[in-house]
C-alpha cells in the first residue's frame, strides 16, 4: 500500500481543524469528470466530519488529458492568495465544462478578486512551482490517476462513493482513537 510520501505543509489548502483524528488528502484535476463526481461526495463528507477530519487538497493536473487542467490548478491558487481557494475551487468543479481562460476570469470577477492582480498572476504563472510541487508530491506518493486519496497518510484504494469513502473514514477515526 502506498504511503503519502510529502506530510501535509503550511502552504496546503485544507477544511477542518489541523488537530483532527483523520486527515483526507485529494489528488485531484479540476478538468477530470471523475474528481467531479468526487468533489460532491466530498463536501457531504466534509460537512457530516467537520469536527473529525482535515481534509487537504492537493493538485495533480493530468495535462496529457486535459487541456484546461493545469490553468485551473493556477486559478485557484491565484484565487487562493486572495483568499478564496476554497470559492474558485467549487467554481471550478461546479463549472467543469467551461474552463476556458474566458470562463475562468468570469468565475474570478463573480469571486470579487482583485482582477489586475488574478490577471498578472496568469499571465505571468506565478503558481505553476507550486502546482508542480504538488504534482511531483503525488507522483513520489505513488499516484498515477485522478482522484486519488490519502487517509491518514495511506493511499485509500477502494472506491470514493459515500459509502465506501465515509466507512473508511470511520474506520481510520476509530483506529486513531484507540
Excluded at 474558485?88 to 482582477?115: C, K, P, S, T, V
Amino acid at each position: 500500500m502506498s504511503t503519502l510520501i510529502v506530510p501535509i505543509r503550511k502552504e496546503d489548502h485544507g477544511i477542518g481543524p489541523t488537530n483532527a483524528p483523520v486527515t483526507l488528502v485529494e489528488y485531484a484535476d479540476f478538468e477530470c469528470p471523475y474528481c467531479r463526481q468526487a468533489h460532491d461526495v466530498l463536501q457531504e463528507i466534509v460537512e457530516e466530519m467537520a469536527s473529525e477530519l482535515l481534509f487537504v487538497f492537493r493538485y495533480f493536473p493530468l495535462t496529457q488529458v486535459h487541456a484546461h487542467a493545469e490553468t485551473a490548478a493556477m486559478a485557484a491558487e491565484a484565487a487562493g492568495v486572495q483568499g478564496k481557494f476554497w470559492e474558485m475551487h467549487d467554481a471550478l468543479f461546479e463549472n467543469q465544462r467551461a474552463l476556458a481562460d474566458e470562463d475562468i476570469f468570469r468565475y474570478a470577477e463573480a469571486l470579487d478578486l482583485d482582477l489586475g492582480w488574478f490577471e498578472q498572476d496568469m499571465r505571468t504563472r506565478r503558481h505553476f512551482a507550486r502546482i508542480r510541487e504538488d504534482f511531483m508530491s503525488g507522483v513520489r506518493s505513488g499516484v498515477n490517476g485522478t482522484p486519488t486519496f490519502f487517509i491518514n497518510g495511506r493511499r485509500h484504494d477502494g472506491s470514493y462513493e459515500y459509502p465506501v469513502l465515509i466507512r473508511a473514514l470511520r474506520e481510520a477515526a476509530m483506529t486513531r482513537a484507540r
